[in-house]
């Protein structure tokens, strides 16, 4: 993507993804990245370089609706879940200070402390699928073609499956989590996105050691998808700059 059209692309997957906004308003922010990336695959098709984009916009098998939605997906998903997961990361760690140190200090821990934040942080909170054919699970009928909403969050803080789950442990077993979903769809992505927190997160906190919140957690003012009730909903990330501060000699 061309540097000079970055921030517009950024304003426009912001709105994308605020929940406190309109469906319609939210929908207006699709069309505008739609129609910017159908221009932009078009332009790439003819004038093709060495980049994801440019393999997408030669692929003569999808429409170019097909290519421009999976442009998005590639774009958004590739970059807004990792970045809001690094924020509210470092906030978690920032709120549990005494299991800072473990990020900081000992760094072959990072891929443990990672799979932790994952679990206990879920980024992506739900995502909707379609029955293929009649089946019934746990007593419940699902008929072919109606659609289920998979609470990847809930899963995630099951109690039958993880002890204490609304405690951050970066100590407990995290097999079994569902942060980047499960089976045929599971996050293509999710290597990228775990190489960049490893990284990261203990670099971030090697390189300013004193880092601190300058208020307590709660005062943090954050997004929620449900905004009605704070405490049936799940965080999306700071609502804006996190409150925090370092010493002047750890720059």
């Given at each position: 993507?061309?540097?000079?059209?970055?921030?517009?692309?950024?304003?426009?997957?912001?709105?994308?993804?605020?929940?406190?906004?309109?469906?319609?308003?939210?929908?207006?922010?699709?069309?505008?990245?739609?129609?910017?990336?159908?221009?932009?695959?078009?332009?790439?098709?003819?004038?093709?370089?060495?980049?994801?984009l440019s393999g997408l916009a030669a692929h003569e098998g999808l429409t170019a609706d097909e290519r421009a939605g999976l442009a998005l997906l590639l774009l958004i998903a590739g970059h807004e879940t990792t970045a809001h997961m690094l924020a509210l990361g470092t906030f978690a760690l920032l709120a549990n200070s005494a299991q800072l140190a473990e990020v900081r200090d000992k760094e072959e821990d990072a891929?443990?402390?990672?799979?932790?934040?994952?679990?206990?942080?879920?980024?992506?909170?739900?995502?909707?699928?379609?029955?293929?054919?009649?089946?019934?699970?746990?007593?419940?009928?699902?008929?072919?073609?109606?659609?289920?909403?998979?609470?990847?969050?809930?899963?995630?803080?099951?109690?039958?499956?993880?002890?204490?789950?609304?405690?951050?442990?970066?100590?407990?077993?995290?097999?079994?989590?569902?942060?980047?979903?499960?089976?045929?769809?599971?996050?293509?992505?999710?290597?990228?996105?775990?190489?960049?927190?490893?990284?990261?997160?203990?670099?971030?906190?090697?390189?300013?050691?004193?880092?601190?919140?300058?208020?307590?957690?709660?005062?943090?003012?954050?997004?929620?998808?449900?905004?009605?009730?704070?405490?049936?909903?799940?965080?999306?990330?700071?609502?804006?700059?996190?409150?925090?501060?370092?010493?002047?000699?750890?720059?």
């Amino acid at each position: 993507m061309p540097y000079s059209d970055r921030q517009e692309f950024q304003r426009n997957a912001a709105t994308l993804l605020n929940v406190d906004l309109t469906p319609e308003r939210r929908q207006e922010a699709v069309n505008e990245l739609m129609a910017y990336l159908r221009d932009l695959l078009r332009h790439k098709r003819s004038w093709p370089e060495e980049d994801v984009l440019s393999g997408l916009a030669a692929h003569e098998g999808l429409t170019a609706d097909e290519r421009a939605g999976l442009a998005l997906l590639l774009l958004i998903a590739g970059h807004e879940t990792t970045a809001h997961m690094l924020a509210l990361g470092t906030f978690a760690l920032l709120a549990n200070s005494a299991q800072l140190a473990e990020v900081r200090d000992k760094e072959e821990d990072a891929p443990a402390v990672v799979e932790e934040l994952l679990r206990y942080l879920t980024i992506i909170h739900h995502v909707v699928r379609v029955a293929l054919q009649d089946i019934e699970l746990h007593g419940c009928p699902i008929k072919v073609g109606e659609s289920v909403t998979v609470a990847l969050s809930a899963a995630n803080r099951d109690a039958d499956h993880f002890a204490d789950p609304d405690a951050l442990d970066l100590t407990r077993s995290t097999a079994g989590h569902l942060a980047f979903g499960h089976g045929l769809h599971r996050c293509l992505g999710q290597r990228l996105a775990r190489a960049e927190m490893r990284i990261a997160l203990p670099a971030l906190l090697r390189r300013f050691p004193a880092l601190r919140l300058t208020v307590a957690p709660e005062e943090v003012p954050m997004r929620f998808w449900n905004a009605a009730s704070r405490r049936a909903a799940h965080a999306y990330g700071p609502s804006r700059a996190v409150p925090a501060a370092v010493q002047p000699d750890s720059w």
